[in-house]
């Protein structure tokens, strides 16, 4: 059984920081792609960062420059770390993981449970 949990959500006023993490666990024999999604209410959920396993990343225009996705492959961990949040950054945060594991012929995709982040104005 494969889990990722997330941490490090809160309240910031806007242009504060914030830095999440997230760490898998169980029966794991590699991680290959990592990313973080957000979803606002009354909004599809939409991606905020990716990076794979040798460290290439991805960002959308709407955080590029502010959010920086990190991994430590030795930890089975990503975070972010979010610098100048604007309220429209407010939205529960979630980690995704693409985990290969004992027993699966193919890599399964993960999601944690989502953690909140509200910026307030």
């Known amino acids: 059984q494969v889990q990722l949990v997330e941490s490090g959500g809160g309240l910031v006023q806007a242009g504060g920081s914030l830095r999440l993490s997230c760490v898998a666990s169980g029966s794991i024999i590699s991680i290959n792609y990592m990313g973080w999604y957000r979803q606002a209410p009354g909004k599809q959920r939409e991606l905020v960062a990716t990076?794979?396993?040798?460290?290439?990343?991805n960002y959308p225009d709407s955080v590029k420059g502010r959010f920086t996705i990190s991994r430590d492959n030795a930890k089975n961990t990503v975070s972010l770390q979010m610098n100048s949040l604007e309220p429209e950054d407010t939205a529960v945060y979630y980690c995704?993981?693409?985990?290969?594991?004992?027993?699966?012929?193919?890599?399964?995709?993960?999601w944690g449970q989502g953690t909140q982040v509200t910026v307030s104005s």
């Open positions: 995704n993981a693409d985990i290969y594991s004992p027993g699966l012929s193919y890599y399964g995709n993960y």
């Open positions: 990076i794979s396993r040798g460290a290439n990343t």
